[in-house]
């Protein structure tokens, strides 16, 4: 029998903590609620971050902790070690657009960068929990494969991920042209919150 029926409370959706990198280089520890992929192919993680809010109780001025939800670009996160597993059952959803995208094999162009966007691109110091893509042939690669419906008859989705990748886990045995290669077929792409995008640029 189902354990709900036996008066069980079903398992509470993981919210594993986090590492955010700010616009200005700052980190904070947040808690994972769900990623997301736009339709243009970007990936974002949802998080919450627990900040100071003023709040009047009992008629006097106090702060207290409250919670903010935002939506962080997939290239300025980066994993806590001892939440690996968590990571795997946090909700996913993708948005219809770039499922279809996915199925074709067709990739959207980069849009055009202006001037403001060049000029906020700061190269840092890369820290020891982000993943470091050196691009050469000491890199390994890994692809895991998304789920489809049994009347699917596209091409495979699958996602490449590079060793250091926290998202899923597996061996990584694929070479750096192994990686281009698996990235050149139908339904193909890279996940950008390892590095694995810079291959396909």
Known sequence: MDGQFQGEVPERTPTPQIWIRLYDGQELLGRLLRRWQAANGLW???VSLT???H??????DTAEPADIIVSVPATHVAPVA?????????PV???????????????PSAPPA?????ASTVIREPLSRW???????????????????????GPRRSVLHHASC???????????DQAREALRQPGAQACDACGANLLAT
């Open 93 to 107: 959803r993708r948005h219809p657009a770039a499922i279809a995208r996915a199925r074709t094999g067709h990739r």
């Open 44 to 46: 974002f993680y949802e």
């Open 166 to 176: 926290f998202v899923t886990g597996g061996a990584a045995d694929l070479t750096t």
């Open 55 to 60: 709040a009047i109780v009992r008629g006097k």
């Open 82 to 90: 001892e939440e690996a597993e968590a990571y795997k059952r946090v």
């Open 131 to 153: 993943p470091e893509v050196r691009g050469d042939d000491t890199d390994r690669w890994k692809i895991t494969y998304l789920r489809r419906p049994y009347n699917d008859t």
């Open 114 to 118: 202006s001037p403001r966007s060049r």
């Open 51 to 53: 900040l100071w809010a």
